[in-house]
C-alpha cells in the first residue's frame, strides 16, 4: 500500500503532497473512518501497555561520575522556530519531536537538562562547538559538524523537497532548477546539500528560517525553496500560504540524531546508551505523534467489508448506550425536581434564621445545651476576632476570654446560676457585664444575654465600651501633647494675640539659656531682649519678630548667634475659628547639620574621585589581561628567533625592536594590573627601611647626578606586609616623576616613619580605619602642581608631560598598589613650592623577612631534568616548548588536562616538574595537580596564568606555598623560575 509523510494536524499536507492523488470520498467513507478507528484502537493497544515498561541504562562509573558532578554543564540548546521538530509553546515551554525524545533520555538517566531557547542557528551550532551547548536536541549529522559534535543513532528520517508556487510546473528535480533562485535556511543542512550540488546552475538565496523562506518564494523572491517535508507543512498551513506546494522530491532526508558537543564525550555516551533502551513502540509513537503515516489511496474490497461491518457494530452499540443514557437522566432529573420543591420551604425557613443571626447588628454565639458551639455570627468574628475553630466549646471558651483565673471562676459561677434558673423553668435570666478578652489581646466590657432556642442558647454580647474608650482616648491626648510639648527636640514659645507667654517648653530654655529668673515671665518683650544680646545682627533681629507679629505670615529662617550656633526659626500664627488668636516660635539647634554639610560635600568631592578611579581600574585591569597571552607568544618567539640569529643579520634590529616594545607593553600591562589592583602578588612581612635601602642606589642612578638624594629612615623598623616588587614601583615611578618636575637642580627626600591614627585624625576619611601605620614619604624641590592637576594625579593616562615622555601610569600605578595593600595616600603640593608624597600601610607586628632576594639573575640551563606542559592556547604551548627546548629540558607537552594525566600513566621515565596553565577546559590547573600527584607523588609544580583573579590567587594574593609565574615571561624569566622550583 503506498503511504506519504503528513502532518498529525489537519494542514493542507495533501494538496502539497501531491494534487494528482487527491479522488472524492466514496459513500461509505463515515463508517470506514469509524472503522479505521476501531482498528486503530485494537492494534495501539498493545503499543500503549508495552510503553510503561522501561529498561534500565547500564552507565559506567566514569559515566555516573560525569553525571552527578557537572549538572551545570547539561545544558540543551532548543530552535524556537522548527516546528513540528522542535519549537516554543504558547507558554515558553520546550515542545516537538526533539523534546519528547529528550524528555525519554532526561527519564532514563535521571537528569534535567537546563533548556535555552535559541533564534539564531547559526549561534546555535557555535555554542555546541564551544562546549556553551551540550546537547542539540534535533540536528543531522554532516561531516562539517562531526567536528566538533558526536551524533546518536537517527530517531527521524523526513524527505527534503522542493515547494514551489502552483503556477511553477510539476513533479521536478534539481536539474530543473537551473538559472532559478533557491531559498535555503542559513546554517541547516540544506544549505550545504544545496551548494554542493547547485556547481552554479541555480542562485542560492540563504534566509533566517523556514517561515521567511515561504514568504520569500510565495511572493516571488525566490523561485523554490529546500525544505524537509514535515516542517514546511507545519509552516505552509500555520502561516495560511495556500499558493505554495511539492514540485518534487530531492535525493535528500534528513536523518535527526541527538548533538552532544565533543567537550563531554562520557555525556555523550550515557545519551546513546539511553537511545538505545527505548524501544520501538516507544519512539514510533513519538513520531506518530508529530509526524504520522497517513494512507493515500483505498483498500482492497475484502478489508473494506470487514472495516464496514465493524464500524456499524460499533455505531449500533453508541445508539444504544445514548438511548438508555437518556431514559436514565430524565427519570433522575424528575426525581431531583420533586424533591427540591419537597426542601425549598424547609430551606427558605433555615435561611430567613440564618440571614437574621449572621446579619445582627450585635455579636452572637448559639450555642447546645451541653456547651458545643453551633454558629457566630459575622459580627462576634468581627468584634471578638474568634471563630469556632477557636472556641468549638465552652470549654475552649473560658480561658480564652477569661485569661485571669480569679476573674474566670466568677464569671463561670455566674453562668453556672443562669443555666440553673433556665433549667428550673424560671424566667430568662439578667443580662450581666463581663471584660471580655478580644482574640487580639484588646479589653472589652460587654454586657452579655442568653435566650433559649429549643434545645440550645441564643447569646448576644452588647459592647459597652466604645464611649469610655472615648474618654480614655481624649485623657491619654491630652497627655500625650503635653509630653510630646516637653520632650520635642525643637524649641517651642507660645505666645497670644495680647503678647503674653501661654507655653514655652523645657528645650526652648536650655536653647536660650534662660535664667530662672526669666523662666516664669509672661511677658514676651523681656524674653526677646534677652534673647537680642546672644545674637550677631541684634537689630535685625528684634525687627524681624516685631515685624512677624504684625502680620499673618509664616517664615523660616536662619539666625546666628555670637558663640557660632545657627538656629532654625520657624515662626506661623494660631487661627481658630478664622481668628488669630497667638502666634507660635519653633526653634531648632542646626549647628551640626550646618558643619556635617560641609563635611558632606567635601566627602562628596573625594568619593566621586574615588568611584571615577575604581571604575577606570576595572576597565584597565581587564584590557591588561588581554594582551598577557598576546605579549607572551611575541616576547617568546621573538627571543628564541634572536638567539639562533647571526650578530650581523641585517633583520637582526628590527626583531631587538619588535621586542623591545614588547616588552615595554608588558611593563605597561603590569601598571594597569597595579593600578587595578588585580596584579598577583606574594606579600611578605618586611622592614620598610631594608627594603628601601636595597634600592637606593639604583634610584640615584636613575635621577642623575645634578640631583641630591637624601634617605632618612626611622630609626627603629618599620614592619609591612607585601611584595617586594611593589616597594620597588613605587619608589621608581614617584622618584622618576620627582626628578622630571625639578628639571634641573634640586633634593628628593626619601623617609620612613611610625604613625598612630586615632578616630578624630580619620574621621573626615571614611575609607580609612583608625591604627597603627608606617609611612613612606617622598618630597621633592620641583615646580609642584595647581589644584585641578591634583584632582587628576591619579587618573591612568594623565600626564603633564610632552608627547612622547610619558604613559600617564606612574602616579595610577602607585594609587593601585597602596589601594591593594590597604593603605592610602596623601598629596600635598602647590606650583613652585615642590610636591610631597606621603604612604600609609598597615603595620605588621610579625616576624620580619631579614633580606630582600637580588631578582637579576643569569640564565641557568637544565641539568636533564624532564619537564611535562600544559597549554590549551596552541601559540603558547609551542612558544614555551621552544623555550624549554632551548634551555636544554627534555619536554613531554599536552594540550589538555586529559592528554596529561595520559602522559603521566604511560610515560616510562621520571618527570621532574609540571609546568601547567591555571585555567583551562575540562578541569583548572589546580584540579590536574591533584591528580597527577596521585600518579607521581614527588612531581615539582609550576603554574603560569595570564589572569589574576583565579583558582589559585585569593583577592590577587598568591599562598605562601604556590610556586607562579605571570605572563608575559621572558626565556631568563622562566628559566630561572624553573629552576628555583626545581632546586627548593
Known amino acids: 500500500m503506498f503511504i506519504h509523510l503528513a502532518q498529525k494536524r489537519p494542514f493542507g499536507i495533501v494538496a502539497l503532497a501531491d494534487q494528482t492523488r487527491q479522488m472524492p470520498s466514496p459513500p461509505s467513507a463515515g463508517i470506514r473512518r469509524c472503522s479505521l478507528l476501531l482498528i486503530f484502537l485494537f492494534l495501539a493497544l498493545p503499543a500503549w501497555l508495552g510503553a510503561g515498561v ?42 516537538g519531536l526533539g523534546a519528547d525524545v529528550v524528555a525519554l533520555v532526561e527519564k532514563r538517566l535521571g537528569i534535567t537538562f537546563k533548556k535555552i531557547p535559541s533564534d539564531d542557528w547559526n549561534r546555535h551550532l557555535m555554542a555546541l562547538e564551544s562546549g556553551r551547548c551540550a546537547v542539540a536536541p534535533t540536528i543531522v549529522s554532516t561531516a562539517e559538524r562531526q567536528r566538533f559534535a558526536f551524533f546518536t543513532t537517527p530517531y527521524a528520517v523526513v524527505p527534503v523537497v522542493i515547494i514551489m508556487t502552483r503556477t511553477q510546473e510539476s513533479r521536478l528535480d534539481l536539474d530543473d532548477l537551473e538559472g532559478k533562485t533557491v531559498a535555503v535556511v542559513s546554517g541547516y543542512a540544506t544549505e550545504s546539500y544545496a551548494q554542493e550540488r547547485s556547481q552554479g546552475k541555480f542562485k542560492i538565496l540563504a534566509v533566517n528560517n523556514v517561515s521567511e523562506g515561504l514568504r520569500a518564494v510565495a511572493f516571488g523572491q525566490a523561485d523554490a525553496m529546500l525544505e524537509n517535508l514535515a516542517v514546511a507543512s507545519h509552516f505552509i498551513d500555520q502561516e495560511g500560504i495556500p499558493v505554495l506546494r511539492v514540485a518534487g522530491n530531492t535525493d535528500y532526508k534528513f536523518a535527526w540524531s541527538i548533538g552532544v558537543s565533543r567537550k563531554y564525550p562520557l555525556l555523550f555516551s550515557a545519551v546513546q546508551k539511553a537511545m538505545d533502551t527505548i524501544e520501538p513502540s516507544e519512539m514510533e509513537a513519538i513520531r506518530h505523534r508529530w509526524i504520522s503515516l497517513k494512507p493515500a489511496s483505498g483498500m482492497d474490497s475484502k478489508t473494506l467489508r470487514i472495516l464496514r461491518l465493524a464500524g456499524a457494530v460499533a455505531v449500533s452499540a453508541l445508539l444504544v448506550l445514548l438511548i438508555v443514557s437518556f431514559i436514565l437522566r430524565r427519570k433522575l432529573r424528575d426525581k431531583a425536581a420533586t424533591l427540591a420543591i419537597a426542601r425549598k420551604d424547609l430551606l427558605d425557613q433555615e435561611e430567613l434564621f440564618r440571614s437574621l443571626f449572621m446579619n445582627a447588628p450585635i455579636p452572637m454565639a448559639h450555642i447546645s445545651d451541653s ?64 471584660n471580655i478578652t478580644a482574640k487580639n489581646g484588646r479589653i472589652l466590657t460587654m454586657v452579655i444575654s442568653a435566650t433559649p432556642v429549643g434545645n ?28 510630646t510639648f516637653n520632650a520635642t527636640a525643637d524649641g517651642v514659645l507660645v505666645v497670644d494675640s495680647a503678647g503674653r507667654i501661654s507655653h514655652m517648653n523645657q528645650r526652648f530654655i536650655d536653647m536660650w539659656k534662660i535664667p530662672p529668673a526669666f523662666q516664669n515671665a509672661d511677658d514676651d518683650e523681656t524674653l526677646l531682649s534677652y534673647a537680642a544680646k546672644q545674637m550677631e545682627d541684634p537689630d535685625a533681629f528684634r525687627r524681624k519678630v516685631q515685624e512677624l507679629y504684625q502680620s499673618t505670615a509664616e517664615a523660616l529662617e536662619e539666625i546666628r548667634f555670637t558663640d557660632g550656633r545657627i538656629f532654625e526659626r520657624y515662626s506661623c500664627p494660631m487661627v481658630l475659628n478664622g481668628q488669630v488668636i497667638g502666634r507660635v516660635w519653633d526653634f531648632r539647634d542646626i549647628t551640626q547639620r550646618k558643619r556635617a554639610e560641609a563635611e558632606r560635600a567635601k566627602l562628596q568631592e573625594q568619593l566621586l574621585q574615588s568611584g571615577k ?39 637582526r634590529r628590527n626583531l631587538e625592536k ?9 611593563d605597561l600591562t603590569k601598571q594597569l594590573l597595579a593600578f587595578a589592583r588585580k596584579q598577583t602578588i606574594a606579600p611578605v612581612v618586611l622592614d620598610l627601611n631594608e627594603a628601601v635601602g636595597s634600592v637606593f642606589s639604583m634610584i640615584r642612578r636613575i635621577i642623575g647626578e645634578n640631583i641630591e638624594l637624601l634617605w632618612q629612615p626611622d630609626t627603629g623598623p618599620c614592619p609591612v606586609r607585601m611584595d617586594p616588587s611593589q616597594i620597588d614601583q613605587i619608589l621608581l615611578n614617584l622618584c622618576v616623576n620627582a626628578k622630571d618636575a625639578i628639571m634641573g637642580v634640586g633634593v628628593i627626600t626619601i623617609e620612613t616613619g611610625l604613625i598612630d591614627l586615632g578616630k578624630s585624625d580619620v574621621e573626615h576619611r571614611p575609607d580609612v580605619a583608625p591604627g597603627s601605620y608606617v609611612t613612606l614619604s617622598v618630597n621633592d624641590t620641583g615646580c609642584g ?9 591619579f587618573d591612568p593616562f594623565f600626564t603633564t608631560k610632552g608627547l612622547g615622555q610619558g604613559t600617564g601610569m606612574g602616579c595610577a600605578t602607585v594609587y593601585g598598589i597602596v589601594k591593594q595593600n590597604e593603605g592610602f595616600i596623601d598629596v600635598q603640593s602647590r606650583p613652585g613650592e615642590g610636591t610631597l608624597f606621603k604612604i600609609y600601610f598597615p603595620r605588621h607586628d610579625a616576624a620580619i623577612r631579614k633580606t630582600v632576594t637580588d631578582r637579576l639573575h643569569a640564565i641557568p640551563a637544565s641539568r636533564g631534568e624532564t619537564v611535562l606542559v600544559i597549554e590549551d592556547e596552541p601559540t603558547i604551548l609551542e612558544m ?32 621532574h616538574l609540571v609546568l601547567t596553565d591555571v585555567v583551562m577546559p575540562e578541569m583548572n590547573g589546580r584540579d590536574l595537580v591533584d591528580r597527577l ?24 594574593v598568591l599562598d605562601a606555598h604556590v610556586d607562579f609565574i605571570h605572563k608575559p615571561f621572558s626565556i631568563k624569566d622562566l628559566a630561572a623560575k624553573i629552576r628555583e622550583v626545581l632546586d627548593a
Do not use: C
Open 613 to 651: 578611579l575604581e571604575a577606570v581600574g576595572v576597565l584597565a585591569g581587564g584590557v591588561a589581561h588581554d594582551f598577557n597571552n598576546i605579549l607572551s607568544a611575541i616576547i617568546g618567539f621573538a627571543e628564541i628567533t634572536l638567539s639562533r640569529m647571526d650578530s650581523g643579520d641585517p633583520n
Open 54 to 95: 522501561e529498561k534500565t541504562v547500564s552507565l559506567t562509573a566514569e559515566e555516573r561520575n560525569w553525571l552527578a558532578h557537572n549538572p551545570d554543564k547539561l545544558t540543551l540548546y532548543y530552535n524556537v522556530e522548527f516546528p513540528p521538530i522542535e519549537f516554543a509553546s504558547d507558554s515558553g515551554a520546550f515542545v
Open 371 to 434: 456547651g458545643r458551639g453551633i454558629a457566630v455570627n459575622d459580627n462576634f468574628t468581627r468584634t471578638l476576632g474568634y471563630d469556632l475553630q477557636d472556641i468549638p466549646d465552652i470549654d475552649h471558651w473560658w480561658p480564652a476570654v477569661y485569661p485571669d483565673p480569679a476573674y474566670r471562676k466568677q464569671a463561670m459561677e455566674s453562668w453556672a446560676h443562669a443555666l440553673q434558673r433556665l433549667g428550673s423553668g424560671q424566667s430568662e435570666p439578667e443580662p450581666a457585664q463581663f
Open 880 to 911: 614555551v616548548t621552544m623555550m624549554l627546548r632551548h634551555l636544554g629540558y627534555g619536554i613531554l607537552s599536552a594540550a589538555t588536562p586529559g592528554e596529561a594525566l595520559q602522559i603521566a600513566h604511560e610515560h616510562p621515565a621520571d618527570i
Open 785 to 793: 602642581m595647581d589644584v585641578e592637576t591634583l584632582k587628576h594625579i
Open 456 to 483: 440550645s442558647l441564643l447569646v448576644s454580647f452588647f459592647d459597652v465600651t466604645e464611649q469610655r474608650e472615648r474618654e480614655a482616648a481624649l485623657q491619654r491626648q491630652t497627655e500625650l501633647f503635653r509630653a
Open 933 to 956: 600527584k596521585a600518579i607521581r607523588p614527588k612531581l615539582k609544580t609550576l603554574f603560569m596564568s595570564g589572569y589574576t583573579a583565579d583558582v589559585i590567587a585569593d583577592q590577587g
Open 658 to 666: 619588535i621586542l623591545d616594545a614588547a616588552l615595554r607593553s608588558a
